[in-house]
């Protein structure tokens, strides 16, 4: 919240509440927002046991304030992470240093952008996270000859065994529901052309060839890795032996959502996903893809910035607890950015936090219930919950004794103020790579005003109640010379995989490949 100033420097010094005035404790009675939240329901609870003491503790405020204030990164600090970001940038699209770089700047081979002259059905799958999609995505004119793409999807999720397995397990169970989805539709005669949104390293040959590098976000089927994703699916499909398909394009999700939303908006030259995973995809001058031959206009490069800070970049950004989420990770050592930032680790940094307040004796009475002790048990949805929470802190208390806990009233504020902490920094942290990505591109358009659009998708953007604001603003403040439109992706990666299909499909067609 907007604490005045007179306050703030209070806050600051950490005075005892006696030494407010009653404008300042009636000020803050009712402001109850933002860091002030804590500093009401310690006024409203004074005479409460809250430690051990059995009356008011003036220093437990000090000392949480302590330990969240961690999270707090300066203005500075974010140009200091941008700076570190577009330094990688350049080595990974560079011949000479791309093997060793961090951010692996992948050539999509997605060049050309629909322009509406595509048409037909398409189908479309998506996997990128815990559920896959099947979506039969018709592309064409309406009565009135506007363009218009329609949309029929399913999900299905994604078995455990099926994620962790081989890679046949993985993808029998791929073309397993897309027969399903085939025969609700009546469609298992029909050969449809099949855009894959596939969102993760993917080293391409060709819009429908390319290598698996490496599995994230809690992947880690045996078998694929070093593989065509591709052929891996055409094999499954094989097997089956029950349908046709012709896979003609493969592409990120960040890719993906922006081909979505170029459709609402030209000028969407930028994609990303801050949901399970955070990446970025935008369009970059050919002459500086060098992994690609020939300089004439632009491709799109799938950033996989996840993994910045796997070669030491983030070492003095890195908490205790980002470095306990990774050692207990599926792939230490590896997408340390993406870890700070997505929804696979929001909710298991803020219990980390909590554990650690709990073991400093500042929250809940210094005892952790087995619950809050289990790894994974503190789910990000529960962080856009208790921050979306009305000042009877309701929600929030349900779900701490849903954890097995009983809350005070401070106990429920302390918790909202350390999901706060944890989802700034995490908004803050991806405005610093979004503004090195559209710093980049202005520079390099030698541009003194760009004007951009950024497509996004991703449950942590679009679910959270304050990350969209607090990332838009803070992108805005560390890209002076450029005016960013932000646009939110509606069926993104179905759609934009259809819609890529259908440019791959038709450039194929104009090339003879068909």
């Given amino acids: 919240g907007h604490i005045p100033s007179q306050l703030r420097v209070r806050l600051k010094l950490h005075l005892p509440f006696q030494h407010l005035t009653s404008t300042q404790k009636n000020w803050l009675k009712r402001g109850r927002t933002g860091a002030s939240t804590l500093l009401c329901s310690a006024l409203d609870t004074q005479e409460m046991d809250l430690g051990h003491t059995g009356k008011m503790n003036p220093s437990r405020l000090h000392l949480v304030d302590q330990i969240l204030s961690e999270f707090q990164l ?66 064409g004119e309406d009565m009135e000859g506007q363009w218009k793409v329609e949309t029929k999807h399913q999900m299905y999720s994604i078995p455990e065994d099926a994620m962790t397995g081989t890679a046949e397990m993985l993808f029998d169970y791929i073309a397993e529901c897309i027969s399903d989805y085939l025969d609700k539709h009546n469609m298992k005669h029909k050969k449809l052309p099949l855009g894959f949104t596939f969102s993760f390293p993917v080293r391409h040959e ?4 390319g290598i698996l590098l490496n599995w994230t976000k809690g992947f880690k089927a045996s078998g694929a890795e070093g593989n065509n994703v591709v052929g891996l ?34 000028r969407c030259e930028v994609g990303l996903i801050v949901g399970t995973g955070c990446n970025a995809c935008y369009m970059e001058e050919m002459c500086n893809v060098e992994l690609v031959e020939g300089d004439e206009g632009r491709m799109c490069v799938n950033t996989e910035w996840g993994a910045f800070g796997d070669t030491g970049e983030l070492d003095d950004i890195l908490l205790e607890y980002d470095r306990v989420v990774d050692e207990t990770s ?14 696979k680790y929001m909710g298991e940094l ?19 219930s087995e619950k809050l002790k289990t790894r994974g048990s503190f789910e990000t949805r529960f962080v856009s919950q208790i921050e979306s929470d009305s000042a009877d802190r309701k929600q929030t208390y349900n779900i701490l004794k849903m954890l097995g806990l009983q809350p005070s009233p401070t106990d429920c504020d302390i918790v909202c103020m350390a999901c706060e902490s944890v989802s700034t920094r995490a908004a803050q942290m991806c405005s610093s790579g979004l503004a090195g990505v559209i710093n980049r591109m202005r520079e390099s358009r030698n541009l003194e005003v760009m004007q951009i659009t950024v497509g996004v998708d991703g449950s942590v953007y679009k679910l959270h109640p304050s990350f969209k604001d607090k990332f838009h603003a803070m992108v805005r403040m560390l890209t002076p010379d450029c005016d960013i439109t932000f646009i939110q992706s509606e069926e993104g990666s179905g759609r934009g995989a259809a819609l890529i299909s259908a440019v791959a499909y038709k450039m194929a067609y104009l090339i003879g490949h068909h």
């Fill in 330 to 343: 599926l792939n230490p050592g590896q997408q340390l950015y993406e870890k700070i930032i997505s929804g």
């Fill in 206 to 209: 060709d819009i429908d060839k």
């Fill in 233 to 266: 699916l055409r094999d499954a499909i094989k097997r089956r032996g029950d349908f046709e398909m012709d896979v003609v394009a493969m592409v990120n999700d960040t890719v993906a959502t922006m081909i979505s939303c170029y459709y609402e908006d030209h």
């Fill in 74 to 139: 300066k203005e500075e600090d974010l140009h200091k992470v941008m700076r570190r970001l577009q330094k990688e940038m350049e080595r990974g699209l560079r011949l000479e240093t791309h093997d060793e770089a961090s951010v692996k700047m992948l050539p999509t081979y997605v060049r050309s952008t629909p322009d509406g002259s595509e048409v037909g059905d398409f189908l479309a799958l998506d996997l990128g996270g815990t559920n896959f999609r099947v979506m039969l995505v018709k592309v």
């Fill in 350 to 368: 803020v219990r980390l936090v909590l554990l650690k307040l709990v073991n400093e004796n500042l929250l809940f009475n210094g005892e952790a």
